[in-house]
């Protein structure tokens, strides 16, 4: 069964900045869009940032402009850089592929039922 490993989280102070790595098959990054999701205690998970063939990654409103995806095909692995960290971006992170696009679509990028091979997340705190 195909699950994707997450890692790199921790806790960072405001302010601060944390790479994420998602470790993926080389199918994976081949075929489909790869998605990055959070979900905060007593919240639901959430969309941050869709890569996919060819495009520069799609971002939630939340996250533009301080968050970075990107992939590194020889290593396998996307990436998503986050800077200038509050608390409420404080969740676990998750990534996992879309089995219905290999591109991000620029309208509603983070349907999740669209979305498998959910990997066990990585924590992120944010906190001084």
């Known amino acids: 069964q195909v699950q994707f490993v997450e890692s790199g989280g921790g806790l960072v102070r405001p302010g601060g900045s944390l790479r994420l790595s998602c470790a993926v098959p080389?199918?994976?990054?081949?075929?489909?869009?790869i998605g990055w999701f959070r979900q905060a205690a007593g919240k639901e998970r959430e969309g941050v940032s869709c890569?996919?063939?060819?495009?520069?990654?799609v971002y939630a409103e939340a996250v533009r402009g301080r968050f970075t995806i990107s992939s590194d095909n020889a290593k396998r692995t996307v990436y998503l850089d986050m800077n200038s960290l509050t608390p409420e971006d404080t969740a676990i992170y998750y990534c996992?592929?879309?089995?219905?696009?290999?591109?991000?679509?620029?309208?509603?990028?983070?349907?999740?039922?669209?979305?498998?091979?959910w990997g066990q997340g990585t924590q992120v705190t944010v906190s001084s």
């Open positions: 890569l996919g063939r060819g495009d520069g990654g």
């Open positions: 996992a592929a879309n089995l219905m696009r290999v591109r991000c679509p620029s309208t509603q990028p983070f349907t999740q039922h669209e979305f498998a091979y």
């Open positions: 080389e199918f994976a990054l081949r075929d489909y869009a």
